[in-house]
């Protein structure tokens, strides 16, 4: 194990995290960047102590793919959302929850699937039973529940099950 390791045993994390800091203080006063290179150094330290299994990205090209979709999506979803609330009583009585079979079982994909349909408005996340590998959602607009889960199946679990599995 080299030096810089055994000091920073996950350096991109600790400049990400540093960086997101900066971002967030929009300082670049020598206290600011201290502090939030403190909080990256324990956060690294954190990750240490989480253990987590290695990563292995199959096709990175299909993690591009899938982080345009996922912007573009979220812009939508925004727009979406927005023409629901503003649309009147009537466009409100749609919400419901749904239950979706995933096929996929890799921790990392699901946890991405998870911040993808959290960070989407008009979707929530709200269980995920490993058992029987179905995940239980809470959609803003639920007209059509086969048309959700061919979307989130085709359009997000499949690119995720490229890249992970």
């Known amino acids: 194990m080299s ?7 996950f350096p991109l994390l600790f400049l990400a995290l ?14 600011t960047v201290l502090f ?19 990563v292995r990205l199959k096709r990175p ?7 345009g979709r996922v912007f573009i999506d979220v812009f939508r979803s925004n727009l979406a959302v927005g023409r629901i609330i503003l649309g009147g ?25 998870a911040i993808i349909m959290t960070c989407t ?7 995920y039973d490993p058992t029987r590998g179905t995940l239980l959602l809470h959609v803003l607009d639920l007209v059509d529940e086969l048309e959700w ?15 992970f599995e």
């Not at 960086?19 to 206290?31: F, G, N, Y």
Request: hydrophobic share 55%; proline share 6%; glycine share 6%.
């Open 61 to 67: 090209r299909a993690a591009l793919h899938l982080a």
């Open 18 to 31: 540093t960086v997101m800091w900066l971002l967030l203080k929009q300082s670049l006063a020598p206290a």
């Open 121 to 127: 408005p008009g979707t929530q996340w709200v269980h």
């Open 3 to 9: 030096m810089i390791r055994r000091v920073l045993p």
């Open 149 to 163: 889960a061919d979307l989130i199946k085709l359009r997000y679990e499949a690119l995720l099950r490229e890249i």
């Open 36 to 54: 939030g290179m403190l909080v990256a150094f324990g956060g690294t330290w954190a990750m240490v102590a989480l253990d987590p299994p290695p």
């Open 89 to 113: 009583a009537e466009r409100r009585t749609h919400a419901g929850f749904m239950t979706l079979k995933l096929d996929m079982t890799d921790r990392y994909g699901l946890a991405i699937l």
